[in-house]
């Protein structure tokens, strides 16, 4: 795997989309970091691929992870899908059985899922799966992973602000 970074970066270091939960201890930090691919005349699917830096803590455990697990249109529509669920736009999941184990948002890497649990004015709560190898580490099987965060609208809007500043490094390609 090569990693290119965007020139800029490593000039600039920019805001990390964080999505802390209202109790203050659980989150989840990521940041798109290089293309995963220098070539950009590879095939233009694979040149979009972006390499995301992740951050995680549940309880008392924390993690990270480091994986190609987006591609650049699958970035910017996360934020897009989290700005509508910050203004009450986005169906709250179902609660019942199976399909609590399925994201509303997912992508084509199985490693990152989102899904609206509920919304109020005041908090909203986001379900974000987290699978394969940006699950934690204790985490062994391939059972479900996922931590729900009640973030105000207001916090998850500035966060989806600096991960659209952050994608803007990543244009893209093909």
């Known amino acids: 795997m090569v990693l290119v970074r965007s020139p800029k970066r490593a000039a600039i270091r920019l805001l990390t989309m964080e999505l802390w939960d ?13 293309y995963q691919f220098e070539d950009v005349r590879v095939d233009p699917y694979d040149a979009n691929w972006l390499l995301i830096d992740g951050r995680a803590r549940w309880g ?19 934020g897009t899908w989290l700005l ?3 203004r009450g736009l986005v169906e709250p999941m179902e609660l019942s059985g ?11 890497e199985p490693n990152l899922g989102f899904s609206l649990v509920s ?4 908090a909203i709560v986001i379900r974000v ?18 931590l ?4 105000s609208p207001s916090d998850l809007t500035r966060a989806v602000a600096a991960w659209e500043q952050e994608l803007a490094e990543f244009p893209l390609r093909g």
Do not use: H, K
């Not at 209202?22 to 290089?34: D, V």
């Not at 919304?119 to 005041?122: D, I």
């Not at 729900?148 to 973030?151: A, F, N, P, R």
């Open 22 to 34: 209202a109790g203050g201890t659980n989150y989840l930090s990521i940041e798109p970091m290089a």
């Open 60 to 78: 008392a455990e924390e993690w990270n992870f480091l994986e190609p697990c987006l591609l650049v249109d699958e970035a910017r529509n996360l």
């Open 84 to 86: 509508r669920a910050a």
């Open 98 to 108: 199976q399909s609590e184990l399925l994201p509303t948002l997912n992508f084509v």
């Open 119 to 122: 919304f109020e004015p005041s």
């Open 129 to 146: 799966f987290l699978w394969l190898e940006s699950q934690p580490p204790s985490v062994t099987s391939e059972r479900e992973f996922f």
């Open 148 to 151: 729900d965060l009640t973030i």
